[in-house]
């Protein structure tokens, strides 16, 4: 299968970088701080969801501001202590790409985003995160602001997600989807394409835009 597109829009935790052992850590101490048991945590997905939202599902409205500067504030000071790491392939995709042709769009604040990516190396010229939009995935806003400011049509862009919120949103902004089974089963994942990760995918930059397919 081969993909035509102008530009590539990633997620970055669980698509590009893995952070869980740094989310994971940092979210319970957060949850203790705040008095919410262990079984009520459990309850809530984090993956692919705005801290706020998470926040939204545990505690009143009028605690929400605070419980998300402090959750941001855990996890930027715990990048440092690792848990935050490329996933497969991730450095030869990104490296084979102009600048202007990919985007990072994710759920994490600005400032956390920032943080994971330059632990790793990454660089993007252009970052949509949780700061930018009012409405965060499934909404389409932010993959359709990533497509405003490369200056390409949603429908020639592809989105790599590894969540249902994302796809969803890669969806409805009219945009192709890849899917990558990092943190889900395939079987949960509606896409165009589903891969295991981004090892598995190969680009080729033409004067036209990216061609997308699958190793061997």
Same mark, same amino acid.
């Given at each position: 299968? &081969?993909?035509?597109?102008?530009?590539?829009?990633?997620?970055?935790?669980?698509?590009?970088?893995?952070?869980?052992?740094?989310?994971?850590?940092?979210?319970?101490?957060?949850?203790?701080?705040? !008095?919410?048991?262990?079984?009520?945590? $459990?309850?809530?997905?984090?993956?692919?969801?705005?801290?706020?939202?998470? $926040?939204?599902?545990?505690?009143?409205?009028?605690?929400?501001?605070?419980?998300?500067?402090?959750?941001?504030?855990?996890?930027?000071?715990?990048?440092?202590?690792?848990?935050?790491?490329?996933?497969?392939?991730?450095?030869?995709?990104?490296?084979?790409?102009?600048? %202007?042709?990919?985007?990072?769009?994710?759920? $994490?604040?600005?400032?956390?985003?920032?943080?994971?990516?330059?632990?790793?190396?990454?660089?993007?010229?252009?970052?949509?995160?949780?700061?930018?939009?009012?409405? !965060? &995935?499934?909404?389409?806003?932010?993959?359709?602001?990533?497509?405003?400011?490369?200056?390409?049509?949603?429908?020639?862009?592809?989105?790599?997600?590894?969540?249902?919120?994302?796809?969803?949103?890669?969806?409805?902004?009219?945009?192709?989807?890849?899917?990558?089974?990092?943190?889900?089963?395939?079987?949960?994942?509606? $896409?165009?394409?589903?891969?295991? %990760?981004?090892?598995?995918?190969?680009?080729?930059?033409?004067?036209?835009?990216?061609?997308?397919?699958?190793?061997?």
């Amino acid at each position: 299968m &081969k993909i035509q597109a102008q530009a590539l829009l990633f997620d970055n935790d669980g698509t590009l970088v893995s952070s869980l052992e740094s989310v994971d850590r940092c979210w319970r101490r957060w949850a203790g701080e705040y !008095g919410i048991t262990p079984e009520e945590f $459990a309850r809530v997905e984090l993956h692919g969801r705005t801290a706020a939202e998470v $926040a939204a599902d545990l505690l009143p409205a009028d605690v929400i501001p605070q419980a998300v500067a402090r959750i941001e504030r855990l996890e930027v000071e715990d990048v440092p202590n690792g848990g935050v790491h490329l996933l497969p392939g991730t450095k030869d995709l990104l490296g084979s790409l102009p600048a %202007d042709r990919w985007a990072v769009v994710t759920s $994490a604040t600005r400032r956390l985003a920032e943080a994971r990516l330059g632990a790793v190396g990454v660089l993007p010229k252009t970052l949509v995160a949780a700061d930018d939009v009012t409405r !965060g &995935k499934p909404d389409p806003e932010p993959y359709l602001l990533a497509a405003r400011c490369l200056g390409v049509d949603p429908a020639r862009c592809v989105v790599f997600e590894d969540a249902p919120a994302g796809l969803r949103a890669g969806r409805a902004a009219g945009m192709t989807t890849v899917a990558l089974a990092t943190t889900h089963q395939a079987g949960e994942l509606d $896409a165009d394409l589903v891969v295991t %990760d981004l090892s598995a995918l190969s680009v080729l930059v033409t004067d036209d835009g990216v061609e997308i397919s699958v190793r061997g």
